[in-house]
Protein backbone atom coordinates (compact mmCIF):
# COMPACT_ATOMS: atom_id res chain seq x y z
CA UNK A 1 0.00 0.00 0.00
CA UNK A 2 0.61 3.58 -0.46
CA UNK A 3 2.69 5.02 2.71
CA UNK A 4 0.38 8.42 2.52
CA UNK A 5 -2.74 5.77 2.29
CA UNK A 6 -1.90 3.73 5.17
CA UNK A 7 -0.98 7.65 7.44
CA UNK A 8 -4.31 9.04 6.14
CA UNK A 9 -6.12 6.06 7.36
CA UNK A 10 -4.04 5.62 10.48
CA UNK A 11 -4.71 10.17 11.10
CA UNK A 12 -8.47 9.47 10.78
CA UNK A 13 -8.48 6.45 12.96
CA UNK A 14 -6.77 8.76 15.53
CA UNK A 15 -9.55 11.82 14.93
CA UNK A 16 -12.49 9.44 15.47
CA UNK A 17 -11.00 8.31 18.85
CA UNK A 18 -9.96 11.25 19.57
CA UNK A 19 -13.49 12.96 18.99
CA UNK A 20 -15.14 9.76 21.13
CA UNK A 21 -13.19 10.80 24.56
CA UNK A 22 -13.94 14.51 24.46
CA UNK A 23 -17.59 12.98 23.73
CA UNK A 24 -17.60 10.93 26.29
CA UNK A 25 -15.98 13.62 28.46
CA UNK A 26 -18.32 16.23 27.89
CA UNK A 27 -21.23 13.96 28.24
CA UNK A 28 -23.29 13.69 31.29
CA UNK A 29 -22.21 10.75 33.85
CA UNK A 30 -25.73 8.14 34.73
CA UNK A 31 -27.35 8.27 37.99
CA UNK A 32 -25.62 5.38 40.27
CA UNK A 33 -28.50 3.33 41.06
CA UNK A 34 -29.40 2.23 44.82
CA UNK A 35 -29.16 -1.20 46.16
CA UNK A 36 -32.58 -2.53 46.43
CA UNK A 37 -34.89 -2.30 49.63
CA UNK A 38 -34.88 -5.85 50.00
CA UNK A 39 -37.84 -4.95 53.03
CA UNK A 40 -39.90 -3.40 50.73
CA UNK A 41 -39.86 -6.30 47.68
CA UNK A 42 -40.39 -8.13 50.27
CA UNK A 43 -43.39 -7.16 51.32
CA UNK A 44 -44.66 -6.14 48.25
CA UNK A 45 -44.18 -9.94 47.19
CA UNK A 46 -46.28 -10.95 50.22
CA UNK A 47 -49.04 -9.06 49.43
CA UNK A 48 -49.27 -9.81 46.11
CA UNK A 49 -49.31 -13.95 46.71
CA UNK A 50 -51.75 -13.07 49.47
CA UNK A 51 -54.14 -11.15 46.82
CA UNK A 52 -53.45 -13.85 44.88
CA UNK A 53 -54.86 -16.80 47.12
CA UNK A 54 -57.95 -14.72 47.75
CA UNK A 55 -58.77 -13.86 44.04
CA UNK A 56 -58.04 -17.74 43.42
CA UNK A 57 -60.23 -18.74 46.63
CA UNK A 58 -63.08 -16.26 45.20
CA UNK A 59 -63.41 -17.85 41.76
CA UNK A 60 -62.99 -21.23 42.98
CA UNK A 61 -66.34 -21.12 44.77
CA UNK A 62 -66.23 -22.80 48.33
CA UNK A 63 -63.58 -24.51 49.21
CA UNK A 64 -63.00 -26.55 52.08
CA UNK A 65 -60.27 -25.50 54.83
Known amino acids: MDKKKIAAAIGGVMQYLKTEEEARACAPQA???????????????????????MQMRAFAGRTKL
Do not use: F, T
Not at 31 to 53: I, T, V, Y
Open 31 to 53: PQHEKPNLWGLSGRQASMQMRNL
